[in-house]
Nanobody, 123 residues
Framework: QVQLVESGGDLVQAGGSLRLSCTAS????????MGWYRQAPGKQRDLVGT???????NYADSVKGRFRISRDNNKNTMYLQMNSLKPEDTAVYYC?????????????????WGQGTQVTVSS
């Protein structure tokens, strides 16, 4: 029904920048909330940040001030601009979408997930 595809993951040196993209296709409801999560080896999937259909964002404390989420509703695409990257940012980054009303507060509140894109930050 809904498909999410992430792109943009790469190997980057500490202090560098990357921009990830997530494109949604299928029957996406208007103003769907989307989110970025990440999962490092041996760790649980953690919140990076979220964005509502009208552009309101929130961020995990670990990335606040370094990462910025935006979206282009005409393209059904969400972006994650990552600056000042640190080795601890290394993870698989996942795009998510809630295809119903409400603003999720946990990963369980999202209905669809992408396959993930690998971000590796070297020191």
């Amino acid at each position: 029904q809904v498909q999410l595809v992430e792109s943009g993951g790469d190997l980057v040196q500490a202090g560098g920048s990357l921009r990830l993209s997530c494109t949604a296709s299928g029957r996406v409801v208007s103003f769907a909330t989307m989110g970025w999560y990440r999962q490092a080896p041996g760790k649980q999937r953690d919140l990076v940040g979220t964005i509502t259909g009208v552009g309101s964002t929130n961020y995990a404390d670990s990335v606040k001030g370094r990462f910025r989420i935006s979206r282009d509703n005409n393209k059904n695409t969400m972006y994650l601009q990552m600056n000042s990257l640190k080795p601890e940012d290394t993870a698989v980054y996942y795009c998510s979408l809630r295809n119903r009303a409400g603003r999720p507060t946990t990963a369980e509140g999202y209905d669809y997930w992408g396959q993930g894109t690998q971000v590796t930050v070297s020191s």
